[in-house]
């Protein structure tokens, strides 16, 4: 339960169906809170989401574990904050360990991963828990006693480019309640519950970079890696100087400090000569894309085969050709060029609604 609608609502909607709840909340930067609710939380004032003061666009504040607990509190279920913060700190290592050699990191993956979906479990187990839920706009199902990941039913909030790294016995234990959803009709739940959370903005940002300053994140963790170095055009000409690789990823326009005249683009970085390649727009497409540390979730087609593919959370699935090099490696050659292939990124490979697997992007 992170405080806000999507986990408050599942976590509702579980109860209503009888199932026997624990409500858990993930603490990553401070100590622990006091661990479990009880009727007094009732007493608590349910202020509506609009009428509080001004939130951070990331998650897992204090103002949100308060969420979290309220809702609890309501529903009657025990509440627990854990403190995660030693297994966040690598979380964020990772991504400043990836900005210093010219990558560009997906953190909410490796968050999945290792924390909500790789340790939460362990205290599912230490409690005897059968299940695990949460509140990602997701499905899964078992087909010939084989977890698929698919899809979720509303295209704009479809979480399943982030789940892909879930490992099997893991997702064969998981329950995502708002798969079948829209967000209009979960924030139409959340009323029918009265839960004061109902209206609570989306999270939209990393958690611990909701400022959007991501340099100052690898600045304060890697400062070692902000080595000037040359912009040259793809052409050969040096147009100017930076103050370190981490300020850039491939597709970047904006902040580039240079005047050529006509719009350019980031198109390679290199962490080794420290050099910055810009150019013009139909230089950041690309027709074909390779990843590697391939998880897959379905066995994949011997040799070639068509799929859906996506190079990161925003991008559209897109028609490939697939080539799987043994289980860790594959390239996928689009039918139509597409923009800022970026290494670091997750690729995840589809068979229409269902999640085949994914890796990351070289």
């Avoid at 230089?283 to 087609?301: E, G, Y």
Wanted: net charge negative; charged share 25%.
């Amino acid at each position: 339960m992170s405080g806000g609608v999507d986990s408050s609502v599942a976590a509702c909607l579980l109860r209503e169906q009888g199932y026997d709840v624990v409500g858990v909340f993930m603490r990553l930067g401070a100590e622990p809170v006091a661990a479990t609710c009880d009727a007094s939380t009732l007493s608590l004032p349910l202020v509506p989401a609009a009428d509080q003061p001004d939130r951070h666009r990331g998650c897992c504040s204090a103002l949100d574990a308060t969420d979290a607990r309220v809702v609890a509190g309501k529903l009657g279920i025990p509440f627990y904050a854990l403190n995660f913060q030693e297994d966040f700190a690598r979380l964020i290592d990772y991504f400043a360990d990836e900005y210093a050699v010219a990558r560009t990191p997906n953190p909410c993956v490796r968050c999945n991963q290792w924390l909500k979906f790789g340790k939460l479990i362990a205290y599912a187990d230490a409690i005897n828990a059968d299940l695990i839920a949460t509140g990602h706009y997701a499905r899964v199902d078992i087909v010939n006693d084989r977890p698929r990941l698919r899809r979720a039913v509303d295209a704009d909030k479809d979480q399943s480019y982030v789940l892909f790294g879930i490992a099997p016995e893991v997702l064969r234990r998981t329950l995502f309640p708002l798969g079948g959803m829209t967000k209009p009709e979960v924030r139409a739940h959340a009323r029918r519950f009265g839960i004061a959370v109902h209206d609570k903005p989306d999270s939209q940002d990393i958690c611990f970079v909701p400022d959007r300053q991501y340099a100052r994140v690898v600045q304060n963790r890697r400062p070692d890696a902000f080595i000037p170095g040359e912009i040259r055009h793809e052409d050969g000409r040096v147009l100017g100087t930076h103050g370190g690789i981490p300020n850039f990823t491939v597709g970047q326009r904006r902040g580039l400090n240079i005047a050529v005249g006509s719009p350019v683009y980031v198109t390679d970085l290199d962490a080794e000569t420290g050099t910055v390649t810009v150019g013009p727009q139909e230089s950041v497409l690309a027709d074909t894309v390779r990843a590697t540390s391939m998880q897959w979730l379905s066995p994949p087609p011997a040799g070639a085969f068509r799929a859906l593919v996506r190079i990161r959370y925003n991008h559209d699935a897109a028609p490939a050709l697939v080539h799987a090099d043994g289980d860790d490696t594959v390239e996928a050659v689009f039918d139509d060029p597409q923009w800022a292939v970026t290494p670091g990124q997750a690729l995840v490979i589809y068979n229409e609604d269902e999640v085949l697997g994914g890796g990351w992007i070289e």
